[in-house]
Nanobody
Framework: QVQLVESGGGLVQAGGSLRLSCAAS????????MAWFRQAPGKEREFVAAISWTGGITYYTDSVKGRFTISRDDAKNTVYLQMNSLRPEDTAVYYC????????????????WGQGTQVTVSS
């Protein structure tokens, strides 16, 4: 199992940047595929970005391509989401997710979740 704790959220003006962190505890972090999701008020949770356990493959939803970057540091058991050129529509609670099942990663059905961190972008 792995436990996930997100941090780095906050209030930022449109056009600004934030970097979210997700610290993992437990065994064998480097075996886990990782992802970020978000949920805005009144909306369903949506996929944002994912990174493979090797770090070599990344995925992004279309609305964040070119603005967000997912990365991982296995030495620190941490995955990051660098968010640039933020927009008011990026406002949401951001969740970190993990799984060591490759199929679940491909279908975005992760087993482990953090508690979330709030990101608010003002216009």
């Amino acid at each position: 199992q792995v436990q996930l704790v997100e941090s780095g959220g906050g209030l930022v003006q449109a056009g600004g940047s934030l970097r979210l962190s997700c610290a993992a505890s437990g065994r064998s972090f480097n075996r886990y595929d990782m992802a970020w999701f978000r949920q805005a008020p009144g909306k369903e949770r949506e996929f944002v970005a994912a990174i493979s356990w090797t770090g070599g493959i990344t995925y992004y939803t279309d609305s964040v391509k070119g603005r967000f970057t997912i990365s991982r540091d296995d030495a620190k058991n941490t995955v990051y989401l660098q968010m640039n050129s933020l927009r008011p529509e990026d406002t949401a609670v951001y969740y970190c997710a993990a799984d060591d099942d490759r199929y679940r990663h491909l279908v975005r059905k992760y087993s482990y979740w953090g508690q979330g961190t709030q990101v608010t972008v003002s216009s």
